[in-house]
């Protein structure tokens, strides 16, 4: 695994304690966590993904938002997934953007709040909450 760049070490405290291989990935002066083996809920088409996350230079400051998804996700049911339709270039592959965004509170919030958002995120696309 990649580690191009160091996380805060209570965020990967929180990463490690997922039990997921990660890397950390530099490109193009964008900085990206990579959790592999993500699980995904039953009603996609897959059960695990890799999951983007882009880091900006001054976190934990500036916030996290979205999450980029590979192999792309898509309902088993064949319904339409909302703000899913961008793609974005990461390690020479063209991943999935999921555009969510929420009021990020410094204090509050961090890489393993974000995680627990994402996993919300795939229930609420499956009308689950």
Do not use: C
Not at 30 to 35: A, K, Q, V
Not at 59 to 80: E, I, K, N, V, W
């Amino acid at each position: 695994m990649r580690r191009e760049f160091n996380l805060p070490e209570d965020d990967e405290g929180s990463i490690g304690a997922l039990g997921l291989p990660w890397e950390t990935v530099k490109e193009e002066n964008r900085l990206w966590l990579i959790l592999n083996d993500f699980p995904v809920p039953k009603g996609f088409n897959v059960s695990r993904v890799s999951v983007a996350i882009e880091i900006p230079p001054n976190y934990p400051s500036a916030g996290l938002d979205m999450a980029y998804f590979l192999p792309h996700l898509r309902r088993t049911d064949g319904q339409a997934l909302r703000q899913t339709e961008h793609r974005q270039a990461i390690v020479g592959q063209q991943w999935q953007r999921w555009s969510r965004h929420y009021p990020w509170k410094a204090d509050q919030h961090n890489l393993g709040t974000h995680i627990v958002l994402i996993s919300r995120w795939l229930d609420a696309a499956l009308g689950k909450n």
